[in-house]
Structure formats: C-alpha cells, structure tokens
C-alpha cells in the first residue's frame, strides 16, 4: 500500500476523538477485529462487573442479591440506558431473553392489537430467525396471522388496509442496507398497521430514533455492537402508548403486577415489564450492563460518524487496492443507507475469510458466498484497515484461500 495512504490512515488515528476508547476493551494484539457486529469484544469494565457480581453479590449476598444487589431491577434498568442509545424515553426498554423470543414476544403483542386484521408483511431474506419465529406464530395462531414476505422493494407498497404488523430489520444482516424507518412507521401509521423493528445491527451502530420516529414495537441483540458478550440477553421496547392493552402470549412470573403475591390468576404488569416472562439472566444481564455503560460515555454522533467513516474508508480501499480480484459489493454504495458493515461477495467467500481469520483479519462469512466486515468505532483504528486491506489482497492475489485447510466448514461461519 502507498506510504500517503499509510501516513493518511495514522493521521485520522491521531485526530481520532474516540481514539482513547480502545484501550477499555482487551483485544488479543494480533489481530484485527471486524466482527465486533456479530459478537462484540469484552470491555475491561466488564471482566471487573463480573468478577464482582460472582464473588460478592452471588458469592456473599446469594438469595438477598435480588433486593442488596439491585437484581430484581435490571431488566428495566439497563432497558432505560439502551433505550438511551435507540431514541427510546425511559420506561419503554427492557431486557430479557433472546432476540428470537422477544420477538415472538412483541409480534404476538402487536397481532392481537389488530384483531380484525391478519397479514403481516416482512422481508424476503430478512434474517433467517425472524422468518422463522414468524411462521411458527402464524402455524400456532392459524388463520389470523398469515405472513406476506416481500421482496424488499415491494415492502412499502405492501402495507395496506388488511395489514396488522410489518416486521422488518432495520439494518439487514448482510448487506447492511438501512429501512428508512421514519417514512414506514408513517406509512403503517397511515393505513393502521403497526411496525415492529429488529434493532439488532442497529443498537450503538447506527443513530436510531424509536419515539421520535413514532415507531410501535422493537427487539435486538444484547451481544453485537453492545459488546454484552456471548448468548447476552436481548432487549425489547415498546411504545408506551401500547402498554395499557397490549398482552403477550408468555405471561410469566415476571411480567406479573405482584409476583410475590404469588396468585393464581395472572395479572400483568402496568408498563413495559409486562414484556418479561421469567428471572433476569443476572450474569449476562451484569456483563450487559457494563459494557452499555461503556458505550454511554461517548458521544453517540461521534460514534455513527466514525463508524461511517471507517466504512467508507475500508470501501476506497478495496476499491483502489483490490479491483479485478473477484470481490462485488453487496451493500448499499453510500454509506449514508448502510449500517456498521459491509458485505463483498467473492466465488470462495467461505475459504477466503477462513484464510482471513487464519491470518488475524476475523470478519465472518454468511451463504451463499459473502464476506461481512464490521466497524465498531470504538475500538477500531483507522491503521487497521490498512492491515485488512493488504491481507486481503495478499489472499486474493495468491489465491493461498484454496488450500483444503480453508475449505473445511465449521458448525458456525
Ligand atoms: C443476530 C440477529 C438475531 C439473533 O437472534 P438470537 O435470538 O439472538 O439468536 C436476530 N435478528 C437479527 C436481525 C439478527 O441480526
């Protein structure tokens, strides 16, 4: 790579206000990681939560830890600091379980709002779970949830009069390709519909703005872009104009008004805790809980603004430095309508980002044939990329990824 693209590179590190910020996370030295977008890296603070959590709280506290150690309160609490990074006023967040069965969750919620309506309307290629969760609620709801899956041009038009709810993933999985979210919750609005929103790619990647955008219901992950760490609960929002009647099928302990009054009827909950279903993950919530924290800090323009650069950036330079070798870009050109990814497809996609990783460049790989790079502004450096880019033409121009060693497929890609 030219020594001016270098010197270029170094000189955004140094100008970087967001620079400092690596140093809260431990990231092995000799690798860069682009994959912060589908597991997130541990903060430093988080190891310390954690440490804490096990040897005092759980350790020393034991059963008292859900009154001494503030357990019985986490749900809604780190709800109201990630509804902070989603444009979410506080009592509308709350975290718990899976992004999967949040999103059962909230479906289920939104369908029986609209009960004279059945069609729900997603994407076609939307991420698999979402299609999946949707069609086993439609098998067990029968006849009054029938699912319309769109191809992502026809979305809009989709949303009509017999619509009930539009779920769709408001920075796709792949291409990182961005919904305007504004113009189809106005949409929904117009005819009826309400709109439910997978943030998953979303949460502190991209600016989001729930209330302001009048959206209805939400979900995401707790473990991408909030570094919450491995299997990390999910959250769920929901617009506090539907709390007053909206019910969900898993009417757990948890979601009840008094779960200690220990009734046999179930009453729910006034609010957003009507949400939850069952006790708060504590270890996963605490090491959430820790790294949002971390992400709280930061200004959160600062935050998009370096992610989107470090994503334009990455672009130019594949463009300059690996044209003619095979890579076509499945996202959307302007960053301005793609999320904190990008995806390239290459024939051997698998085998080139196995030799990738092998080489400490980890982004992942997604079938058919895409190579997914994410850009997590606060631990990346701008030098990296530089890094990346030379890897990676180094493999294409060799072709060094057909070695049998690469082809070799692992449970998880
Ligand atoms: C990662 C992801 C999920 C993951 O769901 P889990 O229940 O955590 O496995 C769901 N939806 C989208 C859009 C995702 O990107």
């Known amino acids: 790579?030219?020594?001016?693209?270098?010197?270029?590179?170094?000189?955004?590190?140094?100008?970087?206000?967001?620079?400092?910020?690596?140093?809260?996370?431990?990231?092995p030295s000799d690798i860069v990681y682009m994959n912060g977008n589908s597991l997130g890296p541990l903060c430093r603070d988080t190891q310390t939560r954690i440490s804490r959590v096990i040897d005092t709280e759980w350790g020393q506290e034991l059963i008292r830890?859900?009154?001494?150690?503030?357990?019985?309160?986490?749900?809604?609490?780190?709800?109201?600091k990630i509804g902070r990074l989603i444009g979410a006023e506080p009592g509308q967040t709350v975290v718990s379980d899976s992004t999967s069965v949040n999103l059962f969750k909230v479906v289920a919620a939104a369908v029986a709002l609209r009960p004279e309506r059945s069609k729900i309307v997603t994407e076609a290629g939307n991420f698999p779970t979402d299609l999946y969760v949707l069609d086993g609620l439609s098998r067990y709801v029968g006849q009054d949830c029938k699912v319309d899956i769109c191809r992502r041009n026809d979305v809009f038009n989709a949303i009509d009069?017999?619509?009930?709810?539009?779920?769709?993933?408001?920075?796709?999985?792949?291409?990182?390709?961005?919904?305007?979210?504004?113009?189809?919750n106005l949409r929904a609005r117009e005819?009826?519909?309400?709109?439910?929103?997978?943030?998953?790619?979303s949460a502190a990647a991209v600016a989001t703005e729930l209330d302001a955008t009048g959206a209805d219901f939400a979900v995401g992950c707790?473990?991408?872009?909030?570094?919450?760490?491995?299997?990390?609960?999910?959250?769920?929002?929901?617009?506090?104009?539907?709390?007053?009647?909206?019910?969900?099928?898993?009417?757990?302990?948890?979601g009840h008004a008094k779960p200690f009054v220990f009734s046999d009827?179930?009453?729910?909950?006034?609010?957003?805790?009507?949400?939850l279903c069952g006790t708060t993950p504590v270890l996963g919530a605490s090491a959430l809980e820790a790294s949002v924290d971390v992400l709280l800090e930061v200004d959160a323009e600062?935050?998009?603004?370096?992610?989107?650069?470090?994503?334009?950036?990455?672009?130019?330079?594949?463009?300059?430095?690996?044209?003619?070798?095979?890579?076509?870009?499945?996202?959307?050109?302007d960053t301005q309508w793609r999320g904190a990814h990008i995806s390239y497809a290459h024939e051997q996609g698998y085998a080139v980002m196995q030799n990738l990783i092998a080489k400490g460049v980890i982004g992942d790989f997604?079938?058919?044939?895409?190579?997914?790079?994410?850009?997590?502004?606060?631990?990346?450096?701008?030098?990296?990329?530089?890094?990346?880019?030379?890897?990676?033409r180094e493999i294409l121009d060799s072709r060094s990824y057909l070695d049998p060693a690469y082809q070799q497929k692992h449970a998880v890609t």
């Open 222 to 254: 707790g473990y991408k872009h909030l570094n919450g760490g491995p299997g990390a609960p999910a959250f769920t929002y929901a617009a506090a104009r539907h709390h007053p009647d909206m019910r969900q099928p898993l009417s757990g302990w948890f």
């Open 366 to 392: 997604r079938a058919p044939n895409g190579m997914r790079f994410g850009f997590s502004p606060l631990f990346m450096r701008y030098t990296d990329l530089h890094t990346a880019v030379q890897t990676i």
């Open 302 to 333: 600062e935050m998009y603004a370096k992610a989107k650069k470090l994503s334009r950036t990455f672009q130019e330079l594949i463009e300059q430095y690996c044209d003619g070798l095979g890579l076509r870009l499945l996202s959307p050109r």
């Open 161 to 184: 009069e017999q619509t009930a709810v539009v779920v769709l993933t408001h920075v796709h999985y792949m291409s990182g390709a961005i919904f305007p979210m504004a113009e189809i």
């Open 265 to 275: 009827e179930f009453a729910p909950a006034d609010g957003i805790r009507r949400m």
């Open 191 to 201: 005819v009826g519909a309400l709109v439910v929103w997978d943030l998953s790619h």
């Open 65 to 80: 830890g859900w009154n001494t150690a503030g357990w019985y309160d986490m749900a809604v609490r780190i709800g109201d």
């Open 1 to 27: 790579m030219a020594d001016g693209d270098i010197r270029h590179l170094q000189a955004l590190d140094d100008a970087d206000p967001l620079a400092a910020m690596r140093e809260r996370f431990l990231l």
